[in-house]
């Protein structure tokens, strides 16, 4: 998306977000499970100004959730 902020020029910043996730949840129990999910964030902007800048981060890990429901 883009967007102008305090009277920045419009289309001067661009951008992108990725996000992706994979896990698998098990149910040791009737009321008690157990979550492992590995995720990835992505986020990109660029300012379109005279000089091209460019700004990326990534976030990348597992996450372990435990649930159990009394």
Do not use: C, P
């Amino acid at each position: 998306f883009r967007t102008s902020w305090l009277g920045a020029n419009d289309k001067r910043w661009s951008f992108r977000y990725r996000e992706w996730r994979a896990g698998i949840r098990l149910e040791l129990v009737e009321h008690a499970h157990v979550m492992v999910e590995y995720y990835s964030i992505f986020l990109d902007i660029e300012d379109g100004d005279k000089d091209i800048e460019r700004y990326q981060t990534n976030l990348e890990g597992v996450r372990v959730l435990v649930a159990v429901l009394f």
